[in-house]
């Protein structure tokens, strides 16, 4: 009987190895470059009232009202280009406006080169786009509304930041 309980142990150890196999396979990644951001057109307001409260108000065609003279020459509404993307890639694009000495700025932005249309987007708003079938830059169109929080000296010249994310989703 020792030696039927050996023989079976030995059976169920040996068929057990026999019917058993493993195999290594591999998992593929492909590395995404991150996008570059660059200002391809500088945004300005032109000329506005110094005093505190005025507000100039540029919409996306590039054109001012409020405190502002709207025949000022150096008007242009601000073009941020987005390159290094590959076809069909979902991102998330936000432009945030902030304060600067003596002036307040607060952005709306229209995205280009995107599938679907993406236009007047409100100030530090993820707008979730995909990039079209080729992989086209992406271009930003900044505007939006600049506000003086402190009394200007006429003559001079005053800046406030904005902020461009692009990220992957």
Not at 13 to 30: D, H, K
Not at 82 to 99: I, R, Y
Request: glycine share 8%.
């Amino acid at each position: 009987m020792k030696k039927r309980l050996v023989s079976l142990a030995l059976l169920s150890t040996l068929s057990a190895s026999t019917i058993a196999a493993n195999s290594t396979f591999q998992a593929t990644v492909n590395a995404i470059s991150d996008a570059a951001i660059a200002q391809t057109t500088a945004l300005h307001f032109g000329a506005m009232q110094p005093t505190s409260g005025a507000v100039c108000t540029m919409d996306n065609t590039g054109a001012v009202t409020g405190s502002c003279d709207a025949t000022n020459a150096n008007i242009a509404i601000g073009l941020i280009t987005v390159s290094g993307l590959t076809a069909n890639v979902p991102l998330n694009v936000t432009v945030t406006g902030q304060a600067g000495t003596n002036v307040s700025f607060v952005s709306e932005f229209d995205i280009n080169g995107a599938v679907g249309t993406h236009e007047n987007n409100a100030d530090n708003t993820a707008i979730a786009v995909t990039t079209n079938g080729t992989g086209d830059n992406l271009t930003l169109d900044v505007y939006g509304q600049m506000t003086v929080t402190t009394a200007l000296t006429p003559g001079d010249s005053y800046t406030a930041n904005y902020i461009v994310d692009v990220s992957f989703q």
